[in-house]
């Protein structure tokens, strides 16, 4: 039931979440006012923005498995502290290398808050009820996610953009007190610290991630690209090496022989990649080839947005009635056509059509991610014992935002592919095959789904667990 007490849990896990995942996005729309404010150029610029993302996709999962072992509550209180305090630094920032590394600590808090936010809605409620909590977490995730440039395009257009950071602390205080009082502690499975897996881990990612993200920006083929990318897949190789070796390892990968727990962490990555690469870019269709502002564009999205926070606590109603793989095939079947859709309405008309055009493929997008949401986190936390839930949140939340910053560097390099951008119209052109791919990416995620999750896949043994690899 969702008592009294699973209430005052949703709300302060919620309350952070919300806020954590505000701020991926949020700062978009400020970035010429932070420009003319410092006098910054363009690296400084996208520093800004990456900071968050690296610090965020790097420790996901060892903030997760620091939960598990030294208290899910403690450590995601420890989350929203930071995450509070890099905010009051990001307002208090009067040079860009001191707003650089206020974000990069304002991602470090998002990292502890969003997959244990998660682990902790999971373990309070019980298994009939569940799908429909991890519905409502799933809405206000990507409600969170989705609005960051309507709430940073309204900051701006009439208050100055250090307020864009000033809205988080009053929340991450709230947030805060009322953790420490409504929610309980919990712990899942204790095991040894590996510091040098978590490093071997940490800098591999960051490689990977770091590569992925200076692409478009370096060049594909230059050393610094080539090098972050092939050394993080060194690094990791060798993480999954060490791991292998050890009797209770940081990461078990024993739970990818589990075909339900492997096709949902692979449809979540190709998922991310597609929606998210489609979402940069349609954002940037709006203002540069359709000419709304900032404002308008993000209004706009709402269409997008609100229907995924609508859908997704739908979701977790419908998982109980139909099952994962029904739910989440249905919201990945809608985000494949949506994206097809815009292209194949671009590449017919141009870009000079109304927006009535584009609100239903809008709201079938928006409905798809909220009903492919719930399932995926549900069914991935259903897929292992309780006592691993934290580890397998962070898995799935770092793949997901790996595949995000995946989708949006190859949306990116397949966009300028070709002749320059000089006018609407071939802004039109350069869109059209990116969707596409965006599009081909989602379905690669719809086969893996109807190919390898099989009703029948059920929770992974405790014996796995305690054997590791």
Not at 128 to 151: D, H, N
Not at 262 to 284: E, K, P, R
């Amino acid at each position: 039931m969702f008592t009294v007490s699973r209430v005052r849990l949703l709300v302060v896990t919620c309350t952070a979440l919300f806020m954590a995942m505000l701020d991926n996005l949020v700062l978009g729309v400020a970035l010429p006012s932070i420009q003319k404010s410092f006098d910054a150029g363009i690296s400084d610029l996208e520093w800004f923005m990456n900071a968050y993302t690296l610090a965020f996709s790097v420790l996901l999962i060892p903030f997760s498995v620091f939960g598990e072992r030294w208290g899910r509550k403690r450590m995601f209180l420890s989350g929203v502290v930071l995450f509070t305090l890099g905010s009051a630094l990001s307002g208090l920032s009067d040079s860009s290398i001191q707003l650089i590394l206020s974000r990069a600590l304002q991602g470090v808090g998002g990292a502890a808050i969003v997959p244990l936010s998660l682990t902790l809605v999971n373990s309070a409620f019980p298994p009939e009820k569940r799908a429909a909590a991890l519905g409502i977490w799933s809405g206000i995730s990507g409600l969170g996610l989705s609005v960051g440039p309507l709430v940073g395009g309204l900051i701006v257009e009439g208050a100055p953009w250090q307020l864009i950071f000033w809205v988080n602390v009053p929340v991450g205080v709230l947030a805060f007190f009322l953790g420490q009082k409504w929610l309980h502690e919990s712990q899942g499975n204790k095991r040894p610290l590996d510091p040098l897996g978590i490093l071997l881990l940490g800098v591999g990612l960051f490689g990977l991630v770091f590569g992925l993200e200076r692409g478009n920006a370096e060049g594909w083929d230059s050393f610094i690209v080539i090098g972050s990318l092939a050394g993080g897949v060194l690094l990791l190789l060798c993480f999954y090496l060490w791991e292998r070796g050890r009797k209770q390892p940081f990461v078990r990968f024993s739970f990818f022989r589990n075909g339900k727990y492997s096709a949902l962490i692979f449809a979540g990555f190709w998922m991310n990649a597609g929606v998210f690469g489609a979402i940069f870019l349609l954002t940037l269709f709006l203002q540069q080839a359709q000419g709304y502002s900032a404002l308008e564009a993000g209004i706009r999205e709402m269409a997008w947005t609100g229907c995924t926070m609508i859908a997704a606590p739908l979701a977790g109603l419908a998982v109980n009635r139909f099952g994962t793989k029904s739910v989440l095939s249905v919201g990945l079947l809608l985000q494949t056509l949506a994206l097809l859709g815009f292209g194949l309405l671009i590449a017919s008309i141009g870009v000079d059509f109304p927006f009535g055009y584009q609100a239903p493929l809008m709201m079938m997008a928006g409905a798809g991610m909220g009903l492919s949401f719930t399932p995926l986190s549900h069914g991935i936390l259903s897929s292992v014992p309780e006592t691993s839930a934290g580890e397998a949140s962070g898995m799935s939340n770092a793949t997901r935002e790996l595949g995000g910053v995946f989708g949006i560097a190859i949306g990116g390099l397949v966009f300028q592919t070709g002749s320059a951008i000089r006018t609407p119209a071939e802004f039109g052109d350069h869109v059209v095959p990116a969707l596409l791919t965006g599009a081909i990416m989602i379905g690669i995620g719809l086969v893996s789904v109807l190919a390898f999750t099989r009703a029948s896949s059920g929770k992974i043994p405790q014996a796995a667990v305690e054997g590791g690899l």
